[in-house]
């Protein structure tokens, strides 16, 4: 396991989802932000969106750790895409042309999931790291239970949800799911916590502007943050490329 040592700060970002625009209007507010030793992306960087080659040549010039997304090994035929709703199957198909050798190597390679210190980082749920959503609505409370079990860490990152939600379990087992504040001070936390940092390239909480997370592991504070982007020029090179009209509204909406 990858411990942290020293003063260390790092992006959490989930479900760039090929939004260049958006990744790249979060890269400039992490920076304003101050140093960013790594990013922990939490998968699906490709899928949906008009720009996945650009996507992953950007990520991959910064410090990171990425895990896969189920959008990431769809694009490379590494998961079927029968229960892939008919927008995302015509935008995976799209996306599989759009990705040089270099990118599916790189998607190929992608680990489930990783650990970064106090961190268990995966792309779904620690039960199933791919594709599961930890939705409050969508999960009996044995589900949560059982994904809790499934990591050895304190926190667990995920994504694939695309809204930014809190887990926590407290010492007794029970759990209490809301959205996230502002600041979550780890130091001060008795409860194991499943983070979701929100989507960049496709938020779905009805906010849309691009949200994510700094780490701060000097002040063991998760910061979470919401960054406006220019949602019209993403749009305007999906209907270029022909992709979904409903994946392009959604845009607008935040869902």
């Not at 990744?23 to 400039?28: E, N, P």
């Not at 980082?121 to 499934?150: C, K, Q």
């Not at 919401?226 to 992709?243: C, F, G, H, P, S």
Request: aromatic share 12%; charged share 20%; proline share 5%.
């Amino acid at each position: 396991m990858d411990g942290i040592v020293g003063v260390m700060r790092y992006a959490i970002l989930a479900d760039i989802h090929s939004n260049l625009v958006a990744f790249q209007a979060v890269l400039r507010d992490m920076e304003d932000k101050g140093k960013v030793d790594e990013i922990w992306c939490l998968g699906d960087v490709v899928g949906y969106g008009p720009e996945p080659h650009a996507c992953i040549e950007l990520l991959r010039q910064y410090e990171h750790i990425c895990v896969a997304g189920n959008h990431d090994w769809a694009a490379i035929g590494k998961l079927d895409i029968s229960d892939f709703n008919p927008y995302a199957t015509q935008a995976i198909l799209w996306t599989r042309k759009q990705l040089g050798a270099g990118d599916v190597d790189y998607l190929q390679n992608l680990p489930q999931r990783t650990k970064k210190g106090d961190f268990t980082l995966v792309h779904g749920s620690p039960r199933y790291p791919i594709w599961e959503y930890l939705e409050p609505g969508w999960l009996t409370t044995e589900d949560v239970e059982d994904n809790f079990n499934r990591f050895d860490t304190k926190f667990c990152l995920v994504g694939h949800s695309h809204k930014p939600i809190i887990f926590q379990q407290d010492s007794s087992g029970r759990y209490f799911v809301g959205g996230i504040p502002s600041e979550i001070k780890l130091s001060s936390q008795n409860n194991r916590l499943i983070i979701n940092p929100g989507g960049v390239g496709q938020p779905r909480d009805g906010d849309p502007r691009a949200s994510y997370a700094i780490y701060d592991s000097d002040a063991q504070i998760v910061y979470h943050y919401r960054v406006n982007y220019d949602i019209n020029a993403t749009q305007q090179k999906m209907l270029e490329y022909n992709l979904p009209l409903p994946l392009i509204e959604r845009l607008s909406y935040g869902y």
